[in-house]
Structure formats: C-alpha cells, structure tokens
C-alpha cells in the first residue's frame, strides 16, 4: 500500500499520480511537492513513525440495542497512516453527543447507495485528512451518493438517528472544513458530477454539486464562455464546495463574488428535506432569496447538490502585464491608474513584495522578469478585442513608466507566456511551504493599510522569523500574510495570534477574507463580527439544523 | 389643503409639487401624469368624491390601562382623502391582533424622537396611500427618525408593545409593500440622509438608508464613479428602499443584483438590536452572509439604516442605438450578436414591442425614430474609450443590418439624444397608464419563450383587451407584460389570473422578476418557490420577527 508510507520522509513521498485516481485528490503536482515538505527537517512531526490503520472493531457504545464500531484510532495518540494527528488530539475540541455509525447504519446506507457505502481504511484516510494536513478526523464510513434523493435518504436517516455528516467536496479547504473532527459520517461529492444543461445565450450552467471545476472550465470554455471563479485547487475542487465556502479567487474583481453569479442552488437540508431553488433566472423577488444562506455556510446548514450560475463569455483577448514598483504607495496609485485607464478590460490586480520574490527564486528557481523592486504587480486584462486591449494597456504602461509608479515591466500576451509570469504570483504559496514552518493569514483590509501589517510584524518578529511576506488579491483588498519559521514555535504564534486578528478588527477588516472558518477559524469570527451577528447565525444554525448534525465544530464559535 | 381636492377630477389634481417638498413623493412630473389619469373616465372609481378625513378619537379598546387612539376612517367605506380605498376594504385581510397606539406611545415616540411624531392628517395621507393608489392604510403616526439608536427605540419599543411598525423609504414600490395594510406605526427613512463616506479608489460607498438614489447618483458621478443602480423611480426612492426590495432596473445586466453589489448593511432588528454587518470589504468569509437576507425581505426582516455599496467608475463613453427587428427570433439573435461583438461594454439591452411604441406615439406624441418594425432594441454600451466603443458598435451594427437580423437604426452619442432614445422604453409605463387600466405582470422567463405569452394573451382577449403589450429587460430574462382595458374587468382579471402565474411556473419563471411580492403579490409566491421553500422563509420571519410587527401581511403568504 503505497499510500501509507510516512509522507514525512521525502523518499518515502509517493510520486504524483501513484495513488491512483481514487486515493490522490486531482491537485496540481506542486501541492504534493509541497505536502512532501510541510514539515521540515527538524521539526517534531518529520520524525513521527507511521503505524498500519486498525481495522474496525465492534463493540457496544452509546446507542443501546445496536451494534456499534469504534474505531481503535480514535483514541490513539499514533499520528496515523498519514502522520498527521488526530484532531482531537491536536485541538481543544469535545466530542457532542451524537450517535456512533452502528451496523444497522451501515446496512440502510447500503440500502440506499448499494456498492457505494466505502469503509475501507485506505479510502477512509484520505477523506479524514486534509491537504494541509493539519485536521483529521476518524469517520468509519465515506457515502458517495450519485443523486439528491440519495443525499436526501442519507441526511433523513442520519437526523433520525442522531448522527453527525461531514459535507466533503474536494477536500481543498484552507481550514479543515471538509473534514470529519470526530467520526463524522462523511457524504462525499465525488460521484455527483453531471452537467445537467448549459444555455448558450445566456451562459447559464446547471449542474451537480461534484462536478470539478477545471472540468466545468473546459465545458463552458468549449462553448466560448468561462466560469466566473478561478482558483489554484481548480484541479480538485468541487462546485459545490466552491459556494459552500463562498471560495474567492482570481476572478472576483472582474465578476464578483459567488453572491452575485450563483443564480440557484438545490440544497438537502438536515432532515432530509429538498430545497430545490435551482432557478436559472436572473432576477427573482418571489420572498427571500433563500439560496444566499448557503453560499459561504460551509455545510453547516445544507448540503447542496446542485448549483446554477451565471458564466461570462470567453474573452477573446487577454494581456498579462507584470511590473515593478518602488513603494506600496505607488502599487496603490498603479492600482488607480489601472481601474481609471483599463476600466472595463481589467481582470486581476495581485501584488507580491520582494520577499515574495525571494523565495520564489530560492525554491522554485523561478526568475524575476524585471528588474529588482520592492513589489510587484500582476495585471491582467480580459476583452473582446486585441486591439483595442493591447491600446489601452499600452496608453495604461506608458503612463505608469514616465509617472515613476513603476520601474520596469513585461507583458504578454500569448497563452504560455501568460502563465510564466502568473505562476510568479501563483506559485508563491508553495515556495512558502518550502521555507519552513508557515504561519498563514487572509485578511481583508481597506487598501490604504493593506501593507502596514507586514511592515510592522517585520520588524516586531526580527530574526525570529524566516520570513514575513505580504501577497494577494489587492484588487479586492485581500491580503495574504504568511510568516515562516524553520519549525512551529508556539512562543511566535503568541506573538501574532491574537495581534493579527485584533490589528485586522481595529482596521474593521475581516480575519477570513475568502479561506472561511470552517474548523480551524470559528473562534475568530469575534474579531470580524458583533456579538449579535454570532447570535443570529447560532439562530439560523438551529433553526435549519436543530439537532445539528450537519458539519458540527466547523463555521460557529465553539463557546456560545 | 390643495391634497384633499379629488385626485380622481382631472381638474382638481395638484400641480407638480403643489404639496410643497415634504408632501410630495420625488417621482417625476409624469408619474402624477399617470396618477392624474389613473381611474378612466367611466370607471366607478372616477365618480368617488372624498370626505376630510376625521380627526383621532380617544376610546378605550384593545390594550387595557391605556388610552387608545382609534381611526374612524380605519371603519369607514369611504375612499378617504385621496380616493383610494382602504385596503382593508378593497382586499380580503384581517387584522392581526397588535396593539392600537395609545397616548403613552405617542408619548414615548416624542422622548425618543421630539418634534418628529408626525400626526397630522396631511402628512399622514401621503404615508397612507401608494404611488400607484391601489392600497391605503390607516395609520395614525409617522415616525421619522434621523439616527439608527433612534430607530432601535422605536422598535424596542414597538416591540414590548407589540405594536405593528412599516418601514417606508420613498413609497415607491410597485406591490403596496410600503404603505400600512391597517394602523401600523409608519417608521421613514426620510431623514436619515446623510452619506457617511466614499472612497475615491475602492469606490464604496457608504451612507444612510433614507438617501435618495438620485442624489447618490450626483455624489458619487462628482467623484467620477456612478451607482450600480439606475431606476425610473430614482428621484424619489430611498437607497434602503432599494435594499429592502432588491431593486432591478436597467443596470443589472452589467453590475448584476445588489446581492453582489451590497457589501454591508446596518439592520435593526425587530426588538430593537442594531445588527451592524456595514463592511466596506469586497471579501469577507468569516460566518454566514447575514446581509443577504435583508436583500429583497420587503422590511419584514429588519430595517435596513445604512448601507454600503460598491460603485463601478464613471463610463467615459457611453452610446445608445435604437433598432428595428422584424421578429422576436430576430431580437434574440440580435441579443446574442450583441454579446458577441460588445462583450465588456454592452450595459442595456432592452425591447419593447410595437404595441408599446403605438401607444407612446398616441399617447404621448413621441415618434419612432427608425422605420415601423414588429420589435424594437434599445443597445446602450458604456465603456472607457469613446473610439474603441463606437468601433465595436459599427462592427455589431454593419452585422446585425447586413445579416437582416435588424431592419433599421439610429445611434446617439450625446446624452440629450440618448435620453430622447431611452424615453420611448422608459415612458412606455406612462403610456400605458394613459391608455385605460393596466394589468400589470412582471415576470422573469427563459429568454426562448420570453415573448410567447404575450403572443397567446394576444389572441385569447381578441377586442376585449385594448393593448396587451411586452416589453422589458431582455438582457436579464425581465418581461413586462401589460394588458389595457378601459375599465377594470374582474372577468378579465380572471382570464388573466391565474393563467399568467400558472404559465410563468409552467416555464419555471419567476411571478416577480424584480417588484417584490409585498402586500399585493404575496400569495402568488407559491408559483415559483416551493413549499419547502415558503416554509423556511416563514421559520426566518418567525426567527427574526417572533412577534411579526415588522411589515405584517407582506411577503410571505396569507395561508400558512
């Protein structure tokens, strides 16, 4: 079993593609290169031996007058066939009063999905870890309904029976919100992944909540349109998870968020019922617009198993300019510049400051295009005509240049170049992972401070640090701030949580600009929201969800 | 008192603004036009003459202990000061069991707000009737608030009395969602009119609800940025308003919904608590979207106290062509060229039939400017180049004439031609007012079938119906289908209902494109939204609002 060498040596790190379809989520290979490096040499955890998975044991627990199995790992403090440790373990966090998976359970969801109830230990590890390898749960069993009577049957035999369900997706969540805490039942998407239809006048898609996004990519690409969301996990995320988690991304300055392009969404609420508000409308006042509760929810309050959303057409002409400029002020008034002089045809404003930059080069062996800066700016512009594009990025460049905002630049235009100079700003995570320990932030700020933080936490953490970088979105005022050490240091952690999220709430930031809470971050959400917005959301919790069964310990603060 | 002549006597109508400015709604001189001519003659509306409306009497009834101020006209049959019916005699409702104001509340008002407890008669006969004088209410107190603490006393208050409390913004709404059913407190934004701040580079704009959108509109074009919203009504109608409703109009094709578009809301809960969810931020993961379920719920939610939005920036070049097409396969093929050939800077694509332009020439003088077509499109595009737009536009028009898909056109560039071309689809409405009494739909359809009812209508009212017209936001699926007559018909209304919902469900539209479902339209949702669906809007109200004062009998239907 291949899988189950310890990932934390680096030889023992199985190649891209050797787990076969089934067991390797469809990331790109640098996520794996990177998996391969998350703990580095010295740290605690690169020296955890991994022990065979138990198999599941029955004995009597919890519920009477049913067969019950425990799974021995649960209790264990082994860090499991993926060296990575339990979460239970690794996290404050108790276990509610929810039943166990008995036999009895495992014979009504074969009942319900014959061949498809998957409780072997191979596939059960991959979908209790997630690819950060910071959570893992311990569920005995993966469902992998193919429709949403089945979801349904799923959801209204766990109500009943007081069992809890972990949505799964493509398991490409930042933090830990697609996989089980405990021994969640797990529904996957996976098998759930048809395009139900596609209007091409209107650029409506229907589809299944599995289907992969790149898939859906080429679909509509194929038909002259693109989705409106792009995002490096395109490879292995889900649609559906992708309005689960409300997932940002490359697209949203051009087209906005999910909120505004998702037009109708079927969801399986806790006890089985079908809300199928699956409108292909633009414009729907029929009462509440039920479908935005979901988009962002993380599985909490429904499990979508279908989605409509509005595509943009295919731009015919797309131009990627990459630049240096000499100071943060001037990315901001580049920033303006391009909003003013491209106007409709931009599509991506990021930045990357040189730390950025450095490490790139150090890991990757990625070269800078331009001459050395203090940042750099990606912009990208997507329109119908070449000409008129490649005029009006030219009117935008010669004005930046004789301005002084930027130093140097480099454009292109043809597809493979295009992607050289976005793998700059893309591949900036996995040069991250490479240096060490990383201590990651996703904030949203009001672009005038977007950078401040950076600065002062560079200069707070001193050489402590490896290094403290500051990347993102800036066109949607999303700053990715990432701090590196050579290994985890609970004392650094002190020294940015809680300072980070507090400089965030006194800026009226947001301490999850597009990652989400899911586990991981629950606890945050004080930070970013009042006390009587946490109460309201524990209302519409307990209201959709009363026995709350549906992804427990994610999304709501774990103290009410 | 000019406004207590009979509006329903052409003779006896105010002149624009005869009301003076706290009187008279902001709508613009041709909608008191058509409300002049609203009840044709012959109709037994027309005949009604009105009374003075009584002044309050103080009797004992329904809360004890407490004087009670009861409204003789809530029990009359008259039409009342303005001609209109009252509701609660026009409809089939039932009060609900709320408490009737009393002295102490009147008094309690004035300590929260002194100087703003408007009682008087004059004031309170606008607040009670709407624009379009198909409902009236009773209340006897308008309350207007200038600041959101003020706001969250009046509804603590409102709601430990179990007093009955109806937001209105402008009271332009086209469903009765904003005007009492029977003697609920009114609660206006009219005075909390204040912009809070604009940000030059992001563009979002933050300001109280009682703004109105066309002094936004004025702010925000100053700093060279425009509102992602554009209305008929927008001389009037409050930027909360529009929240409350979702409003649509004529820039949702390009900026879409305000559910994208809306960053934050400042709400006030039913009993009182300021949720204050005003972000400024495009992203923001951290827990569930709250403001969305504000975005559309007709005030019976919450009141909406401020808001922030995101503005695009200013088009420099904007162009408008209006086109003949010789049928409606025509129209869609020219919709999808458009697409095509405009891409980023197509920012309207609107028809109207050659019904509605009859009408707007009989009634309204106004003349085609292109040769008589069965169809006509009116293309706007808004872009940052006047050279490159207008280059793209000929490309699309030498197509469109060459392909025979357009029979003939006009194009304008400067905005007082654009206005005369945008005034044969804008005053269509007005048209149709003038041309006997409208039954009016407003429906989102498949851009397919868009027209098909409107054809079938046609043939099935033959000389019973004087005009049954289509015309509407095709770019968005948005038809407005309006049927003539010279009197109101109930059988006619029955042939009409419900035959349109029943036929808009069939092609799972939308009975309620963009006007909401407030008093009027609130049993018609069960045609587009599930059962299912109605009954967790209903478990939200009774979440939000458990003793259901804030604007009873709206949105949700009568039945439960």
Known sequence: MPFFRDWTSPDNMPKDGAMGPQLLPRWPA??????????????PRALLRTACMPGPVVEPRLRLGASIIICRSCSSTSPGPTGVRLTQERYPVQRLPFSVVSEQDLAAFERILPGRVVTSPEELAVANVDWLRTVRGCSQVLLKPRTTEEVSKILR????????????????????????????????????????????????????????????????????FIMPLDLGAKGSCHIGGNVATNAGGLRVLRYGSLHGTVLGLEVVLADGTILNCLSSLRKDNTGYDLKQLFIGSEGTLGVITAVSILCPPKPKAVNVA?????????VLQTFRSCKLMLGEILSAFEFVD?????????????????????????????????????AKLAAFLEHVLDSGLVT???????????KVLWALRERVTEALSRDGYVYKYDLSLPVDCLYDLV???RARLGSRARAVVGYGHLGDGNLHLNVTTEAFCP?????????????????????????????RKRDVVRYSKSPAAVQ?????????????????????PSKP
């Not at 004392?491 to 990652?515: C, F, K």
């Not at 309201?536 to 709501?556: E, F, V």
Request: hydrophobic share 35%; glycine share 10%; net charge negative.
């Open 30 to 43: 640098w996520f794996f290169r990177a998996a391969q490096g998350w703990w580095p040499k010295g740290h």
């Open 157 to 224: 035999h766990c109500h009943e029976q007081k069992l809890a369900v972990t949505p799964q997706g493509g398991n490409t969540g930042m933090v830990g919100g697609s996989v089980p805490v405990f021994d969640e039942v797990v529904v996957s998407t996976a098998l759930m992944n048809q395009v139900t239809s596609f209007h091409t006048v209107s650029g409506v898609l229907v589809c299944q909540a599995g289907c992969i996004l790149e898939n859906l990519s080429q679909y509509v690409e194929d038909r002259d």
């Open 322 to 330: 990459f630049l240096g400029c000499p100071g943060f002020v001037e």
């Open 354 to 390: 040189a730390e950025c930059m450095r490490l790139v080069g150090q890991h990757l062996g990625l070269s800078c295009p331009v001459q050395e800066s203090p940042f750099y700016v990606l912009v990208e512009t997507s329109g119908s005509s070449t000409d008129h594009d490649g």
């Open 408 to 418: 140097d630049g480099t454009v292109a235009t043809d597809e493979r170049k295009t």
């Open 455 to 457: 600065v002062e936490l």
């Open 491 to 519: 004392r650094l952690l002190a020294e940015l949580e809680p300072h980070v999220y507090e400089w965030t709430a006194s800026q009226r930031g947001s301490v999850s600009a597009e990652h989400g809470l899911g586990f």
């Open 536 to 556: 309201l959301m524990q209302g519409i919790k307990a209201l959709l969800d009363p026995r709350g069964i549906l992804n427990p310990y994610k999304t709501l």
